[in-house]
């Protein structure tokens, strides 16, 4: 099975920017579709963007778009999200996810991390 493993949370006041990295185990990351997902407290998960298995393609939720940009490089089997303009909306756990190139499209995935603490301070 796949292994992901986020990092980079932490604490950042509002306007802010920081950085998400997720490593992913294995020699086949170049096969997989990424997202990142965030879930606040009494809040379900939602979607916060994707990126294709060769990186040409990317999606991003409607509330995060022209503020975060996801990338990956495969040299290093690490998928990012570039989080700038941070919000206080924006706090939650944020979650790394793998998946097979549908999964870029349908928006689900087979594979999770433990997900990393992000809180955006007024």
């Known amino acids: 099975q796949v292994q992901l493993v986020e990092s980079g949370g932490g604490l950042v006041q509002a306007g802010g920017s920081l950085r998400l990295s997720c490593a992913v185990s294995g020699r086949t990351f170049r096969s997989y579709a990424m997202g990142w997902f965030r879930q606040a407290p009494g809040k379900e998960r939602e979607f916060v963007a994707a990126?294709?298995?060769?990186?040409?393609?990317?999606r991003y939720a409607d509330s995060v778009k022209g503020r975060f940009t996801i990338s990956r490089d495969n040299a290093k089997n690490t998928v990012y999200v570039q989080m700038n303009s941070l919000k206080t909306e924006d706090t939650a756990v944020y979650y790394c996810?793998?998946?097979?190139?549908?999964?870029?499209?349908?928006?689900?995935?087979?594979?999770w991390g433990q997900g990393t603490q992000v809180t955006v301070s007024p």
């Open positions: 996810a793998a998946g097979d190139g549908s999964s870029y499209y349908s928006g689900r995935y087979d594979d």
């Open positions: 990126i294709s298995r060769t990186g040409g393609g990317t």
